[in-house]
């Protein structure tokens, strides 16, 4: 799929409505907020990216970032199913897509977060949020956690060649940490941030600003 180009665009506040997708409805809801030190551009590339569990603690790998070559889809790898992207070209701007393979190259655009706050010129925080049943429609009810990387990136690269700027949950700066990702655990409501899960997304381990991961949080609602 050819990303869009992306056009800087003054928005306001604002909240919409998924399709006809997982119209059974769930108590689960789930928002997801993040924080640049500098401020979202247009032209960058911001996309949370998921994976909904029916174990509390999976054993195998969630997403995490692609970094070099060969690139494949360009940003994400591991294990992910869906991600959100907030793309000013498209209106609403936050868009919920899923992945078709495991191989993580097919994916098509699946509806938009029950709501969501659009960026102001300047803004440095995306928010939005999701019913549980916009990603796992089929039995939400056993769906027990939620693995999350939270991905930043001036482009989408593809091919063999070329390098990207990018940051990523972990400390990039360290080949230990590069495939760092969070598990959410949808058992109770609670509030997940950096500082809960030990300051795991440092400061300054992204070279630009406005890439650079500050803060991260995944609240659960139960309701």
């Not at 665009?9 to 909240?15: E, T």
Request: proline content about 9%.
């Amino acid at each position: 799929m050819k990303w869009l180009l992306l056009v800087a665009i003054a928005v306001v506040s604002g909240c919409a409505k998924l399709p006809d997708v997982g119209t059974g409805g769930t108590s689960k809801r789930l928002i997801f907020t993040l924080t640049v030190q500098g401020e979202i551009k247009s032209n960058y590339v911001y996309v949370i990216a998921l994976r909904p569990s029916q174990e509390l603690n999976p054993t195998t790998q969630g997403p995490i970032p692609v970094i070099a070559p060969p690139w494949g889809n360009g940003f994400v790898a591991g294990n992910c199913t869906h991600f959100v992207r907030w793309d000013p070209a498209q209106s609403p701007r936050y868009i919920l897509y899923q992945f078709r393979d495991t191989n993580l190259i097919d994916f098509f655009q699946l509806g938009v977060p029950i709501n969501y706050v659009d960026v102001t010129p300047g803004g440095k925080v995306l928010k939005f949020e999701l019913n549980l049943d916009q990603i796992a429609p089929v039995n939400p009810e056993l769906i027990q956690s939620v693995q999350v990387n939270f991905l930043t990136m001036d482009r989408v690269p593809s091919g063999t060649g070329g390098t990207k700027n990018w940051d990523a949950l972990g400390d990039g700066r360290l080949p230990s940490e590069i495939n760092e990702y969070i598990t959410i655990p949808l058992r109770t409501s609670g509030v997940y941030d950096n500082t809960r899960f030990g300051d795991l997304e440092p400061s300054n381990d992204a070279p630009d600003p406005d890439l650079e991961i500050t803060d991260f949080e995944v609240e659960v609602r139960l309701q």
